[in-house]
């Protein structure tokens, strides 16, 4: 696959990224794609291995490994070096639903595990999956494929993220009736109002649901179920019912002062921003040139005094703590710190994370980089946390009582936690707090509602197997069932149960 001799002849190149002081004056996607022929020489690098790890997508040891979706990466990097675009994409859609939302958001585990990578840089296969879904949809090798047999059986899907999405995909074009259900006011779930528009922008999301309605899938939007619609009517109403609805119970932080005023969840911040930036008419749906440039708002604008000026604190080092820090700097933020928990990672693997597992090592995202550009430094402060807000005279957060932690390891249950550091604590001015410390699982109405059983973690209970929960004909997938995770494994949640439900519906799949 790819040129016998590509990765000693070729160096990786990604996407030219906008400079960080250019970039943070607009909320649009910043990256310039590679040329074809330097595309091709990417393609070039994969170096006939033998054994792919980049495609395996199990477990070595605890760590997951390679591709979820076991996309076939050899195959379509070769196409990519020899030119063959559309053979490509018809390779890569034979187990990809959404190329185009994970070569903008997904960590590629695919190169976290790729040979080249062990002892040079990986191949770029996010950077080729996206010029190859892109370069598709440009010319028009992505079609709606509505079924030409309908079986008569009915699915509700509750929930629009990628989980669902791709459940309702593959279950549609199966055949069967597929309803899905968001309680929102537009369709994605967190890939809308999770995600900020400068890792993708959402007329992305608009193009791919516009060829499922036209494949005949059906979304109801505004319907909380659970609440504006009762489970027992949709058992009635359908055959199979499958709770796609996240993770969406985000974790608190429990100290005292919390009840202060502009202490926000990471996710509630993130969606209000966005929802303010598309409240203009968007461009023709799936029509790149004309798409909104969503600028920077005026310093006029409430959504801009709400940040600007402020020191923002972020509680949270992973990517959603990353997007509100290139989001709090987009919107003016005086200054940003952002707390991690845990040690800074080391540059280099250690000995305890050997490839191919995923790399635990250290990673400067887009928002850190532009919080450095702006504010003249890495805003992340490593092995520190809250342990106290305190409240203005009116009470809104006017500070933040930080604490230093350290390692220690419990020596009845051999586990490490992070303590306190006693005589660490410091006060630092803070004006807005953003929580950015991941999700519990998925939210207790909707479990109650069904009456489905939940794990430990109060994710709702279903193997990985056939999908099931403890109630009839319900079935769960992506984090409402896994809990928080990646967009890569909600869509390959979403296939798997697809096929469980077919399964369970025609006593066989061909899924």
């Known amino acids: 696959m790819g040129k016998s001799t590509g990765f000693l002849e070729y160096e990786r190149k990604d996407a030219t990224s906008e400079a960080p002081l250019t970039r943070i004056k607009h909320f649009n996607e910043f990256k310039t794609p590679l040329s074809t022929q330097e595309q091709s020489r990417q393609g070039a690098r994969c170096m006939e291995c033998g054994v792919p790890f980049c495609q395996f997508g199990g477990f070595v040891g605890s760590m997951t490994s390679g591709c979820p979706l076991h996309n076939l990466v050899p195959e379509t990097n070769d196409l990519v070096y020899t030119g063959n675009w559309e053979q490509a994409y018809r390779r890569l859609a034979k187990t990809h639903c959404f190329p185009e939302f994970t070569g903008r958001v997904c960590p590629a585990l695919c190169e976290a595990a790729c040979t080249c990578g062990l002892h040079d840089a990986p191949v770029a296969t996010k950077e080729n999956e996206k010029s190859i879904i892109e370069r598709a949809f440009a010319s028009g090798w992505v079609e709606a494929c509505p079924p030409k047999i309908r079986t008569g059986k009915k699915v509700a899907v509750v929930g629009s993220g990628p989980s669902g999405l791709a459940a309702a995909m593959m279950l549609n074009r199966r055949g069967h009736s597929v309803t899905v259900f968001e309680r929102s006011d537009k369709i994605g779930g967190l890939l809308r109002y999770g995600i900020p528009n400068m890792k993708l922008e959402k007329w992305v999301i608009d193009r791919r649901v516009a060829l499922m309605e036209e494949e005949g899938v059906e979304f109801k939007i505004g319907v909380d179920v659970g609440k504006d619609i009762k489970a027992t009517q949709l058992?009635?109403?359908y055959d199979r019912v499958i709770l796609a609805c996240g993770a969406s119970n985000p974790r608190d932080i429990s100290v005292p002062?919390?009840?202060?005023?502009?202490?926000?969840?990471?996710?509630d911040f993130l969606g209000a921003v966005t929802k303010a930036l598309t409240e203009a008419k968007p461009g023709s749906v799936g029509d790149e040139d004309s798409r909104k440039t969503y600028m920077v708002p005026?310093?006029?604008?409430?959504?801009?005094?709400?940040?600007?000026?402020?020191?923002?604190?972020?509680?949270?080092?992973?990517d959603t703590g990353n997007d509100c820090v290139g989001t709090s700097v987009r919107l003016g933020a005086k200054s940003v710190v952002q707390l991690e928990m845990m040690p800074m990672p080391p540059k280099e693997r250690a000995a305890s994370n050997?490839?191919?597992?995923?790399?635990?090592?250290?990673?400067?995202?887009?928002?850190?980089?532009?919080?450095?550009?702006?504010?003249?430094?890495?805003?992340?402060?490593?092995?520190?946390?809250?342990?106290?807000?305190?409240?203005?005279?009116?009470?809104?957060?006017?500070?933040?009582?930080?604490?230093?932690?350290?390692?220690?390891?419990?020596?009845?249950?051999?586990?490490?936690?992070?303590?306190?550091?006693?005589?660490?604590?410091?006060?630092?001015?803070?004006?807005?707090?953003l929580i950015a410390a991941g999700f519990l699982g998925a939210q207790k109405y909707v479990a109650d509602a069904f009456k489905t059983a939940t794990d430990g973690r109060s994710n709702i209970a279903a193997n990985d197997v056939d999908y099931k929960t403890s109630?009839?004909?319900?079935?769960?997938?992506?984090?409402?069932?896994?809990?928080?995770?990646?967009?890569?494994?909600?869509?390959?949640?979403?296939?798997?149960?697809?096929?469980?439900?077919?399964?369970?519906?025609?006593?066989?799949?061909?899924l």
């Open 235 to 237: 058992l009635k109403d």
């Open 257 to 267: 002062g919390r009840d202060a005023k502009n202490i926000y969840f990471a996710v």
């Open 298 to 318: 005026d310093k006029k604008d409430s959504l801009c005094n709400f940040v600007k000026g402020k020191n923002v604190l972020v509680i949270g080092g992973g």
């Open 354 to 433: 050997p490839w191919p597992e995923w790399p635990k090592v250290l990673k400067t995202d887009y928002g850190q980089e532009e919080a450095a550009a702006v504010y003249g430094k890495d805003p992340r402060v490593y092995q520190t946390t809250v342990s106290e807000f305190i409240k203005d005279e009116k009470g809104n957060v006017c500070k933040a009582k930080i604490v230093s932690l350290t390692p220690q390891k419990d020596e009845k249950t051999g586990r490490t936690a992070m303590v306190p550091v006693e005589g660490s604590e410091k006060l630092m001015d803070v004006q807005l707090v």
């Open 471 to 510: 109630t009839d004909r319900v079935f769960a997938a992506g984090d409402a069932r896994r809990g928080q995770s990646l967009v890569v494994w909600a869509i390959h949640e979403g296939r798997e149960a697809a096929r469980a439900v077919d399964e369970s519906l025609m006593g066989y799949t061909n």
